[in-house]
């Protein structure tokens, strides 16, 4: 990045451990300094409309999706 002279923007980048629950609990929860920037690693993060948990469930991306859906259908 440094050597294009692009800077990493720490309000539009996230970080997750992804792998079995116990892998991900050995796995440190401070935030990653990359040169400026300190990012904190997530549970979750939102990649392409898909929400992605360290555990690779869907959990949460299902609840996401059925809580937009039950909104969309209240307000018809």
């Known amino acids: 990045m440094a ?3 692009l ?3 720490p309000a539009k980048t996230d970080v ?3 792998g079995t629950s116990r892998h991900v ?3 440190t929860s401070d935030p990653l300094q990359l040169h400026d920037a300190s990012i904190k690693p997530s549970n979750c993060v939102h990649d392409l409309g898909v929400v992605v948990d360290s555990g690779l469930t869907l959990v ?3 609840t996401h999706i059925t809580s937009r859906v039950v909104k969309t259908a209240r307000s018809f």
């Open 60 to 62: 949460d991306h299902v």
């Open 3 to 5: 050597s294009n002279q």
């Open 25 to 27: 609990q050995e796995c």
């Open 16 to 18: 997750i451990w992804l």
């Open 7 to 9: 800077r990493l923007n």
